[in-house]
């Protein structure tokens, strides 16, 4: 399983799958995964989280980088 670098938000700020993620209940599915931080290539270990957005149920992983400062991935397909 890989993990691809999305985007980064603020706190109850930012965009993923075209809505605010903030605005949705996560569910964590009890994994983690290492991903890498973008910008200065630090690894982090970030919990994988499901939520349900317009009926349909979305992984991601997400953590904070730094202070409400978040980061999100999601998962790659061969």
């Not at 670098?5 to 983690?32: A, H, P």
Request: aromatic content about 18%.
């Amino acid at each position: 399983m890989s993990w691809k670098f999305e985007t980064t938000g603020l706190n109850g700020q930012c965009k993923l799958f075209d809505v605010n993620i903030f605005d949705y209940d996560w569910k964590s599915t009890g994994k983690r995964v290492k991903v890498q931080d973008p910008i200065y290539g630090q690894d982090h270990i970030f919990e994988i989280w499901q939520t349900e957005i317009g009926g349909q149920i979305r992984c991601f992983a997400a953590g904070e980088f730094s202070n409400c400062v978040w980061g999100f991935y999601l998962e790659t397909h061969p």
